[in-house]
């Protein structure tokens, strides 16, 4: 989804602004993507909150009205985070980043109808999983049902990935690496979905195999991947390249050793 909407993003960006370049429209997206996966984050813990104190007060849903508040303002602050994110990445007018962002909004929401089926499809479809509940996934093992959060699990990458880029970015400043925040936001992506998905793997492995030594072993082979990644895609040394991944290496584990026990874990029965 990414990739398509960043290409027609380009497209139509290339319109009002022929020095647009491909590599701009893929940061700008993903950026803009990050920013309101956080706003709509936030909006939803406000609205589930807010909710649930009406559910136990009943004398109080006469402020029902707040969840509709609070879901507009957010809709209003998304949209004008997004509009000033391709303003200043394509560094066109306003006009021109309103007509960019409503393409934008119109793809995302596009997309967004029609994934929660095919992965909720994809649940029945592969043995391997249950139902979806929840953005939660069951999965039965040798050793018990396991319970996976994928929703969480998203928001952990995200977190991680927004982390790990302003991390890069300023070390890579203080190397005297020319590069640009969108251009480090794209270069740290994919190492980030590389190291993430190894760690999930290998945290998963531990898990089933009640040992620690594949998940540590996971760690070494993400910082491995993570640096020839690094090494070739931002163009620089081994030695920056090495840093980095140390940097990223160190950021994954921390988030798989306190954070995934909390979304991954074997379900009690009875």
């Not at 007018?93 to 109808?113: D, E, H, M, P, T």
């Not at 090494?231 to 921390?254: E, G």
Request: charged share 10%; hydrophobic share 65%.
């Amino acid at each position: 989804m990414w990739i398509i909407t960043s290409i027609l993003v380009y497209l139509v960006a290339k319109l009002f602004n022929k020095d647009i370049s491909l590599e701009a429209a893929l940061g700008a997206t993903i950026l803009s993507e990050i920013v309101s996966f956080i706003i709509i984050t936030i909006r939803s813990e406000l609205t589930f909150s807010l909710f649930i104190l009406m559910m136990s007060n009943l004398h109080l849903w006469h402020i029902y009205w707040r969840i509709w508040v609070i879901q507009i303002i957010a809709t209003i602050i998304n949209f004008i985070a997004v509009l000033i994110i391709y303003k200043t990445a394509f560094k066109v007018g306003w006009r021109a980043a309103f007509v960019i962002s409503i393409l934008a909004y119109i793809i995302v929401f596009i997309f967004n109808q029609k994934l929660p089926m095919i992965f909720y499809n994809i649940a029945f479809i592969t043995p391997i999983f249950g139902p979806v509940t929840w953005g939660m996934f069951t999965v039965n093992t040798p050793v018990g049902e396991m319970a996976i959060y994928i929703d969480e699990i998203i928001k952990l990458f995200i977190l991680g990935l927004i982390l790990s880029t302003i991390l890069i970015y300023l070390i890579a400043k203080l190397l005297n690496v020319n590069i640009s925040f969108l251009r480090t936001l794209i270069a740290n992506l994919f190492p980030g979905i590389v190291s993430f998905i190894i760690i999930i793997i290998s945290f998963l492995l531990s898990m089933l195999e009640n040992n620690n030594v594949a998940f540590f072993i996971g760690v070494v082979v993400a910082f491995i991947a993570v640096s020839i990644i690094y090494r070739y895609i931002p163009n620089v040394n081994w030695r920056k390249s090495i840093l980095m991944a140390t940097i990223i290496s160190v950021l994954w584990f921390i988030i798989g050793v306190f954070k995934l026990p909390n979304y991954i874990y074997f379900m009690i029965c009875c």
